[in-house]
């Protein structure tokens, strides 16, 4: 398998311009879990989903953050309009279903560096 | 205060050295433990985890957990350059669907 595949690596926006990151699962993976990090708050997660539902979308700043997963093989994370604090490595990372007491690793994807001027 | 407390160094030691790195957490919910490693650029990637208080060797690694304090360690042995990387602890609640709290991360080099 290839790993957990994010698209673009970079994206470099003006601000107020409309900001959609992507990202496909590992196959076989119920959850998706969309993060942000910088270096002043570390890694934070903003939403995750569970067979394609969103389950917790506690950690998303704000309204101009929204995330969608149409089917098991795809996840979007949009920011409009982009301000120049949303800069920072977002990263999509996927696990299988935990089973009882067990802990499932969570694999990450290779994320995407967003600056926004 | 966060929930996860990590020193962001960054760290800096000799080839060889024993490296320790800690985190502190609040809540006594957490009951699985892991480190991360990210290399520059990457995406984090396992390293080991542990569930409840102990001790886990894995090489020249070594994850202590004292539930107690709320103290986890990672130990590295031997260090070598290729370890140089920043280390996030994180921690789930059992059942907690794998939404992991993490810390912010220690930046480590090993020079020659």
């Known amino acids: 398998d290839a790993g957990v595949i994010q698209s673009p690596r970079h994206e470099v926006t003006e601000m107020g311009q409309e900001v959609t990151l992507r990202c496909k699962p590992i196959s076989g993976h119920d959850y998706l879990f969309w993060y942000r990090q910088t270096m002043m708050r570390g890694l934070e997660l903003l939403i995750y989903?569970?067979?394609?539902?969103?389950?917790?979308d506690s950690g998303m700043p704000e309204d101009r953050f929204s995330a969608k997963m149409p089917n098991a093989s795809f996840s979007t994370l949009k920011i409009q309009p982009s301000e120049p604090r949303d800069s920072a490595v977002y990263f999509c990372a996927s696990n299988p279903s935990a089973g009882g007491l067990s802990y499932n690793e969570q694999f990450f994807g290779p994320g995407t560096r967003l600056t926004v001027l | 205060q966060k929930e996860v407390e990590q020193d962001p160094g960054p760290l800096s030691v000799p080839e060889g050295a024993i490296v320790s790195l800690n985190c502190t957490y609040s809540?006594?919910?957490?009951?699985?433990f892991m480190w991360y490693r990210q290399y520059s650029r990457k995406g984090p990637e396992l390293l080991m985890y542990?569930?409840?208080?102990g001790n886990k060797e894995d090489g020249r690694f070594t994850a202590q957990v004292d539930k107690s304090s709320k103290y986890i360690s990672l130990f590295i042995r031997d260090s070598q350059p290729s370890d140089s990387a920043t280390y996030l602890c994180a921690m789930v609640v059992t059942g907690g669907e794998n939404k992991l709290t993490f810390g912010t991360g220690t930046q480590l080099k090993v020079e020659l």
């Open positions: 542990t569930y409840s208080s």
């Open positions: 989903f569970n067979n394609n539902v969103p389950i917790d």
């Open positions: 809540n006594s919910a957490f009951q699985y």
